[in-house]
């Protein structure tokens, strides 16, 4: 018997919190478990000390007493005098609450990571859920739920962006606030999470310009830029008060050299060392976004058949990503140091190309079917080595030559077995999604401009609504 519309529409209401228990239940119990990467740990400590302490500054403190190697924190004197952690607005502000709940003392020997890792966690699974609402305006409840299941758990978003407090995981959120703001014509909601994105990574402010600029200059609508600007704009203005208050300047990204500094270090390291960085975030063995995530270069023609037919929120989106990528080759070395799993500096180009590719993943060729499913699972298989062991992190020095799931392989044979069991059981996955007959779309589910006006849901699950910097 065929379910009813009404028992339908509640399944798909029980999606959301179910797709947020499962991720928040694996994300906090893999998080941050024992090497304690020094970006993340300075994030951690200058939001316990603010959360613990009333003040945000180190003065007199005896960093000795942590529990972590005094000399590796991103700790100094700022221009205002004082000791404090130098990370941007978002790295420290984003685990205040998380220490406040933890309720931790003051003293050096009180400080702990773990408040700081299981909010992590929780922002991230935060970050699945609005991409999960972004895409079932255009896409039906399964396959948004697969969507976001393959970003969660077959990418290193698992094993960095909900492994502790990085920049990248305000980023993530942000850029997922971005997409549900967009999926649904609130661009007040662009201009809000973008704000917050910024306040991880300043340039993130590069995708909220061109995404609020270029829809808006695609439907001649110059509101949607206004909207988005001004909202997102006052975001940065808070940054900077926050850098006024904490360091003594009005620098929103706080203490960090500015893009023109960087910019005039990339240039000064010549054409072929910046042309070889931009190809290291994108194809060396152990920090290229294309070597951990080969399913984006699987599903491109799909992406390439669906362009036109695509949303212009996620075509745009895509081509700012790919913008972030280029001016974050400029601004970092490519490896972005070492104590990580995965790629990290990409991130935020994974989030948004996954919109365009999530809606285009449909088309995908008579190639690429068969391989989907196996190469998803032995993505997952590589990103759980990672989210539930530190034993297997490949240094910089090593990023162009070494990968860290290889070193596994070569320490633990026995891992091939794994990545062979996740490939068959996402062959098998394909086959069942294939025999519901859910990998054929309505031709409804991914209209080309969403309208900016919210109405009810209809019963068929379509919606009418329209070092350095690190």
Do not use: K
Request: proline letters at 6%.
């Amino acid at each position: 018997m065929a379910a009813s519309p009404r028992s339908r529409s509640s399944g798909a209401r029980l999606v959301p919190p179910a797709l947020a228990g499962l991720a928040a239940v694996v994300y906090a119990a893999t998080a941050d478990r024992s090497i304690g990467m020094n970006d993340v740990t300075s994030a951690a400590v200058g939001a316990w000390r603010l959360a613990s302490a009333g003040t945000p500054w180190l003065d007199g403190v005896d960093l000795a007493g942590l529990d972590f190697n005094e000399e590796h924190l991103w700790v100094g004197e700022a221009e205002n005098g004082h000791v404090a952690v130098l990370r941007s607005p978002g790295a420290v502000a984003m685990g205040v609450p998380a220490y406040l709940l933890a309720r931790t003392g003051t003293q050096p020997e009180d400080f702990v990571r773990w408040p700081g890792a299981v909010w992590a966690a929780l922002l991230t699974t935060l970050a699945l859920v609005l991409l999960w609402r972004g895409l079932r305006r255009h896409l039906p409840s399964p396959w948004a739920t697969a969507a976001v299941g393959v970003l969660g758990f077959a990418t290193p978003v698992w094993t960095v962006a909900a492994n502790g407090l990085w920049t990248h995981t305000l980023t993530v959120l942000g850029i997922a606030g971005m997409v549900w703001g967009a999926a649904t014509g609130r661009w007040w909601l662009v201009g809000l999470f973008g704000g917050i994105g910024l306040w991880g990574r300043l340039h993130v402010a590069l995708v909220v310009a061109l995404l609020g600029l270029g829809v808006a200059v695609w439907r001649r609508d110059p509101r949607i830029a206004v909207v988005v600007g001004g909202v997102s704009g006052c975001f940065l203005a808070l940054a900077a008060a926050w850098s006024r208050w904490m360091y003594g300047g009005w620098d929103p990204q706080g203490p960090y050299p500015s893009p023109t500094q960087y910019a005039g270090q990339a240039t000064d390291t010549g054409v072929w060392d910046a042309v070889t960085n931009q190809l290291g975030l994108w194809v060396s063995a152990d920090r290229g976004l294309l070597v951990w995530s080969p399913v984006l270069v699987l599903l491109l023609p799909a992406v390439v058949r669906s362009w036109r037919d695509l949303p212009d929120w996620t075509r745009v989106l895509a081509v700012a990503g790919l913008a972030y990528g280029a001016v974050q080759g400029q601004l970092n070395e490519f490896d972005g140091g070492s104590g990580y799993y995965g790629y990290r500096l990409t991130l935020e180009v994974l989030a948004c190309l996954f919109p365009a590719y999530a809606l285009a993943a449909h088309r995908a060729g008579r190639v690429a079917r068969p391989l989907l499913g196996p190469l998803l699972g032995v993505s997952v298989a590589a990103m759980a080595v990672g989210a539930t062991s530190e034993g297997f992190l490949v240094q910089e020095a090593d990023a162009w030559t070494d990968n860290s799931l290889a070193l596994a392989l070569r320490t633990f044979p026995a891992l091939w077995l794994w990545l062979a069991l996740m490939a068959l059981v996402g062959h098998l996955a394909v086959r069942v999604w294939q025999e519901r007959g859910l990998d054929r779309l309505r031709s409804a589910a991914t209209s080309p401009t969403p309208p900016t006006t919210r109405t009810t849901r209809t019963t068929q699950g379509t919606s009418s609504r329209s070092g350095a910097l690190s």
